[in-house]
């Protein structure tokens, strides 16, 4: 049973660039949660999304981050005109039901995007 | 999700039990506590989760205390292989983890 995939691992993108990390979930899993991991920083909760739904972008920062699950294909998020801010780790989660209430999350390997 | 406590770094010695204390005082009684740990740059890994009993699983076990103000994860062997931060997370009315700093704990051989 495959777990939480995530590509690229490793993305650099100019500044200026887009960038398009992808996840695909657990199977069976249809919850999926973006966290990201700034340098020396622990996780923080990006989005929240169900398939076709975005439930939660409380995280997120408002200008030129967005995400997507659609009802086929892997989770996407996408960074238009990247900074070096956004020079992270971004790592995805899924779990089979809304995690929370005693469901665990399960993470990925993560994306670490590279902005020069 | 309550705040939690952590110490910042502890050491053990390979082949002994590992007990890593958490403190979470204002856990509300429907909120989960999980850990989870992250070796060096990989994804966060789930270890366990309980709300008011101990559990085990093949990895480790959770002992919560009954004001349910604390727990204390337990590796009972650790191995080089357990050096990772470890995250005391407690949550549960809602699917934010918040992870803190942690407590990296390092096996020594």
């Known amino acids: 049973n495959a777990g939480v995939m995530q590509n690229p691992r490793h993305l650099v993108r100019r500044r200026g660039q887009e960038a398009r990390l992808r996840c695909s979930p657990m199977?069976?899993?249809?919850?999926v949660y973006w966290y990201r991991q700034l340098p020396e920083e622990g996780l923080k909760f990006m989005v929240y999304l169900q398939k076709e739904n975005i439930i939660d972008e409380s995280g997120m920062p408002k200008e030129r981050f967005s995400a997507e699950f659609p009802k086929e294909g892997p989770s996407i998020l996408r960074i238009q005109q990247v900074v070096r801010g956004d020079s992270a780790a971004y790592f995805c989660a899924s779990s089979p039901l809304a995690s929370g209430i005693g469901y665990e999350q399960y993470f990925g390997p993560g994306t670490r995007l590279t902005v020069t | 999700d309550a705040k939690t406590t952590q110490p910042t770094s502890m050491d053990c010695a390979e082949g002994r039990a590992a007990n890593l204390p958490c403190n979470h005082s204002?856990?509300?009684?429907?909120?989960?506590v999980y850990w989870y740990r992250q070796i060096h740059s990989q994804g966060p890994q789930y270890i366990i989760h309980?709300?008011?009993n101990n559990e085990t699983n093949e990895m480790a076990s959770l002992i919560i205390t009954e004001d349910r103000k604390s727990s204390t994860l337990i590796l009972p062997h650790a191995t080089l292989r357990d050096t990772a931060v470890y995250y005391c997370?407690?949550?549960?009315?809602?699917?934010?983890?918040?992870f803190g700093k942690g407590t990296l704990l390092t096996v020594n051989p």
């Open positions: 309980g709300l008011k």
């Open positions: 204002t856990i509300s009684g429907n909120e989960y």
């Open positions: 199977k069976g899993h249809s919850h």
């Open positions: 997370i407690a949550g549960g009315s809602n699917y934010k983890l918040t």
